[in-house]
């Protein structure tokens, strides 16, 4: 019984080999944050160590993404980091979505919560200094401080739609 069970296993390990999840490289950057905010050098440098991998239209995929399940599980990893933030999308948000983004990274950086450890454990290179993440911190607050100087500030308030009259609580 055992044995039939892992021939299965295996058989099942063999098959979804050539089934594999669509990869995330369409490079369309035309909503890319650098149509709207200059970066300098240094800080693409850091985003792309970093941060590109799974905030951008473009994942460089590690050798193992062809290993099935590894690259199910990497292609939800991406979907989901891309879902959070997107750095090629990211002229596509709202102003007040933009603005709330951008506070967002500020504080995952200072938490320490991005790069996910997860993604560091392997990616050793993406681990990030205290300058790097200063680095990221500032230039993020000064996009900030840009949107605030050239926005009114109920433009930078995220507004949940309003359920019509009637509707289910």
């Not at 050539?18 to 693409?44: C, E, H, Q, W």
């Not at 985003?47 to 473009?58: G, I, L, P, V």
């Not at 000064?142 to 995220?158: H, M």
Request: with cysteine; charged share 25%; glycine share 4%.
């Amino acid at each position: 019984m055992i044995k039939k069970i892992l021939i299965g296993l295996l058989v099942a390990l063999i098959v979804i080999q050539f089934i594999r999840p669509a990869k995330n490289n369409s490079g369309d950057v035309t909503k890319d944050i650098t149509n709207l905010y200059p970066m300098s050098d240094s800080v693409k440098l850091v985003f792309d160590k970093a941060c590109a991998d799974c905030h951008t239209n473009n994942t460089k995929y590690p050798f193992y993404a062809s290993i099935q399940p590894i690259g199910y599980w990497l292609a939800d990893h991406v979907k989901d980091g891309k879902r959070h933030f997107n750095i090629n999308e990211f002229a596509g948000y709202r102003i007040g979505k933009q603005n709330k983004k951008l506070e967002e990274v500020i504080e995952q950086i200072k938490e320490g919560e991005m790069p996910l450890p997860s993604y560091t454990l392997i990616h050793t290179e993406a681990k990030l200094t205290e300058a790097e993440k200063a680095l990221i911190s500032n230039w993020c607050q000064n996009i900030i401080d840009t949107i605030k100087a050239t926005y009114p500030a109920d433009s930078l308030k995220l507004k949940r739609p309003t359920k019509p009259e009637g509707a289910a609580k």
